[in-house]
């Protein structure tokens, strides 16, 4: 069973909906034996590894960032104008504004980082996974669509699930979906990485890994996103554009 292609975690939506043994076929796994290791780690080397991954840069490439751009060239160019021809006064309003924006981009850009940071925080360390038919305990980042893992109260779920055995679960996803109570979960259901085990004790199928779970898509809007809301966003644009009608005006005169 083991040798066949598998579906590619873009298809996770497809697996969250599908009958659960047309998804258990798909990921070609049986629920009672699980992936040989062999398989599981041909499956790691073609999907990646269970993480969350962002791009790091130093918070001074970021700040030189924000000073690059045709507007940011076009003010700099102005500023330049501006003590060339001796207007001292328009030159350090001129740079002071350049700063201040720059410095309101960099916070912006932390916030994002610390929020990514903290979610990051919630997802399991460690899994117990079925491999060659028996379970054992592996690092959450090592499993691969396809797996068979156990899931039991006080655990984090270690990625999106379809369950496939035991009773039932109560599960705790206020944290991704906001809903107050925990959400009593049965076979067929999904899990999302990221929540929390309450009650009861059941085993699932991994259906997405890393950035393509819920958790990972959710992590991957909030980096997008810079933690500008689309109110920020107008406010920067009319202030760069205040800027440069400034920068024309005081030219002119």
Known sequence: MD????????????????????????????????????????????????????????LWLKFLKDFTGPIAYMIEAAAIVSAIINHWDDFVIIIVLLLF??????????????VLAALKKGLAPNATVMRDGKFKTIPASKLVPGDIVKVRLGQIVPADLRFTGGDYVSIDQAALTGESLPVTKKIGDEAYSGSIVKQGEMTGVVIATGSNTFFGRTA??????????????????????????????????
């Open 101 to 114: 924006n720059a410095c309101i981009e960099l916070w912006q850009d932390r916030k994002a980082s610390n």
């Open 3 to 58: 040798d066949h292609k598998t579906k590619k975690s873009g298809d996770k939506p497809d697996l969250a909906k599908e009958d659960l043994q047309q998804a258990l076929t798909q990921l070609n796994v049986d629920p009672k034996k699980g992936l040989s290791d062999q398989e599981a780690n041909k499956r790691l080397a073609q999907y990646g590894p269970n993480a969350i991954t962002a791009k790091s840069e130093p």
């Open 220 to 253: 991957k809007l909030v980096a997008s996103a810079g933690g500008k809301s689309h109110a920020q966003e107008a406010m920067f644009k009319i202030g760069n554009f205040l800027i440069i009608v400034a920068v024309i005006l005081a030219l002119i005169i």
